[in-house]
Every structure is written in C-alpha cells, then in structure tokens.
C-alpha cells in the first residue's frame, strides 16, 4: 500500500512539472509575440515620421525662391526650422514637431545633408533589421529589402530616398 501511494506522488509530481514547464512556454512564447508586436509598431511609427520629414522637406524646398544665392540650399539648414522658417517674415510651419526615432526612443536622426549643407533627408541610426521587408507603400518603396533600419532613407529626393546618390552624415 504505501508504494503505490509513493508511485501517486511521483506522478503528481511528474504532472506538476509538466505543467510548469508549459506555462513556460506559454509565457515565453506570449513575450516573443509581444515583442514582435511592439517593433512591429515601431517600424510603422517610423514610417509615418519618416513621411512626414519627407514631406516636409519637400515643402520647405518648393517654397523657396527658385533664383538662389550662390551657395545657398534650398534644403533647411536644420531640422527645426522645419517648424519655423527662419528666411520668412511671415510664419511659416512645415512641420507640427520634431519626432522622436521611433527606433531609437531619441530625436538622434542621421541627417542627409546637399553639398551646400542643407538637410535633404533623414534616417535612423538603429542597425536592427526591419521584420518589414517587402509591401511598401509607392513613397517608400525603395526601402524593400533594406538590411538595416539605418537604411531606410526619406527624402523627397528620388536618388537619395534610393541610397544611389552620395550622402553625408551628422
């Protein structure tokens, strides 16, 4: 009687620790799926701000004189006077803010600067690969299969957006 009573325990306990290790797959597996998610949402964050400087310098550009001063840009030569431009005496926002790196939690972007040190784009300095490879929207499409998210590029300037024209970094 009492080892019959042992071998119940021993499967109890067999039991129990099936169990447990169960929940933690479970609870791995939710993590994974959860932090998937979250960068999943990051990335289409970092679309959206990534549109919006797009845009933004593009406005900023087509609002210029087209008759410029020798050296001169037609690009901003900083990011915040996308929110007010400094050669308007009128006021004149081109964007709301300026966005944080979804990517990186900072307003720390790479900029992409003309020969004359204007901002002609922008993108993270994250080195994680985008789980986004494929299915980009027309503005974006040039960044399909891009290794790293430092390589999704905006600009409203085609060759740059597509990383074949020379660039320089701050």
Request: proline content about 7%; aromatic content about 8%.
């Amino acid at each position: 009687m009492g080892g019959a009573r042992l071998r119940q325990r021993g499967f109890t306990y067999l039991g129990l620790l099936f169990l447990l290790a169960l929940l933690g797959v479970g609870a791995l597996t939710a993590a994974l799926w959860s932090s998937v998610q979250a960068q999943r949402e990051r990335e289409a964050e970092l679309l959206f701000v990534g549109q919006e400087f797009r845009e933004a310098l593009r406005r900023y550009a087509a609002a210029q004189p087209a008759a410029q001063p020798q050296g001169a840009s037609r690009y901003p030569a900083e990011l915040e006077h996308l929110l007010r431009d400094p050669k308007r005496l009128e006021v004149r926002r081109y964007l709301r803010r300026l966005y944080p790196d979804p990517m990186t939690g900072r307003a720390d972007w790479v900029l992409l600067r003309t020969p004359e040190g204007g901002i002609v784009g922008v993108h993270s300095r994250s080195e994680k690969k985008p789980l986004k490879q494929a299915g980009f929207d027309e503005p974006d499409a040039a960044l399909t299969g891009r290794a790293r998210y430092a390589d999704w590029i905006f600009s409203p300037e085609p060759n740059i957006a597509a990383g074949t024209a020379p660039r320089s970094s701050k």
